[in-house]
């Protein structure tokens, strides 16, 4: 099946098919009892490797399976070994002013050339999805600009020579854009990011993890021109501060501050008080904040669902109180390496009302004082689907069992490394393998 799928990609309409043999009572067929219209709706349904197929039915089912009309969306995730030039330039060809969604992520073969035939092709082009095409430049987002003005949606993600270059074409040429990423491309600096923000108002998800340059100014922008924006994710970014965090507006829904390691309380203050309608927080390695932030933070964030709390040193206890009484519908909360933790602050979540009906991932790992009692408490987790207790080494292999007895379709990862024994006189202690055993 894949030759053939790549067959019809590589040649097109004039691709190999086989005729297929029917009866001579051909008015029964499929053909002759529906119009051309409605095949070519039911056509629309299906996805590239079915078309393939339909395509190799007949000469009749060949023409409509290869219609522009039916190739409005297309993944070739699934062939991006596969994929080269000549087939992006076959499929812009075909579809013309048909497509409207296309991902090519992982298709590292692709190159400048072929997102110019795209663009020049397919200028009705709504969504594009370009993630780790690594040999795309400035040079490809430039003659989208150019010639794709209905673009909504793009994904730039692992692109590494993509640069401001880019986003300042977007922002002339692009100005419906709602959702950009450009994570990991490390040229992206605040001057990109404030060209974006002023030329795409409609903006509604800024994502651009490990882009280093992205700082204050960067944020404000967003902040200042896009006040539709719902989701940003700036993670690594680690020079950003509690002054452009505290200017994000209130559509705000799900915000990524992982890694952004100068953060304190003041800007979870200010989120309390700009953006109460937040779902989801990640706030990994923020080792300044501290359970006085986390208090204003429950008091008006009642919607949050998705917290990511791993590596905030200095919260305690006190947290997840202001946590159980605060977000009722919390679905998934990592407290991965927060030390001061104990089974006193995991009672306190199992009792709230998030605990019984939304819980269902609580990640517990390196949390040392966390103890076989925690997972007593968890039993009234009826929704708890995972649980992660890697390094609790005052969990047993007891407590696991009796918590698997009450919830029975849970998860459990946690290893037990190997007890090392004492050092014997008269020579070198054996080496021991620690692996891990997946419980």
Known sequence: MIYCVRNILFKGVNSIFQI?????DDENHINKKLPKELLLRILSYLDVVSLC?????????NILALDGSNWQRIDLFDFQRDVEGPVIENISHRCGGFLRQLSLRGCESIADG???????SCPNIEDLNLNKCKKITDLSVQA??????????????????VTDISLKALSDGCPLLTHVNVSWCQSITENGVEALARGCPKLKSFICRGCKNVNDKAVSCLATFCPDLEVLNVQGCDSLTDESISQLGGALRRL??????????????????RCPDLVTLELAQCAHLTDAGFQALARSCRMLERMDLEECVLITDATLVHLAMGCPRLEKLTLSHCELIT???IKQLSLSPCAAEHLTVLGLDNCPLVTDGALEHLVSCHNLQLIELYDCQMVTRNAIRKLRNHLPNI?????????TPPVTGGGARPRYCRCCNII
């Open 53 to 61: 197929r339909c395509a190799q039915v007949s000469k009749l089912w």
């Open 144 to 161: 989208l600009g150019r010639k794709c003005s209905k673009l909504q949606k793009i994904n730039l993600d692992s692109c590494p020579s």
């Open 411 to 419: 998860r459990v990862h946690a290893y037990f490394a190997p007890v």
């Open 343 to 345: 089974d006193y602050g």
């Open 114 to 120: 072929s997102i110019k035939t795209l663009a020049q």
């Open 20 to 24: 297929a043999r029917f009866s001579s």
């Open 256 to 273: 990524c501050v992982s890694g952004c390691t100068r953060l304190t309380d003041a800007a979870l203050g200010a989120l309390a008080a």
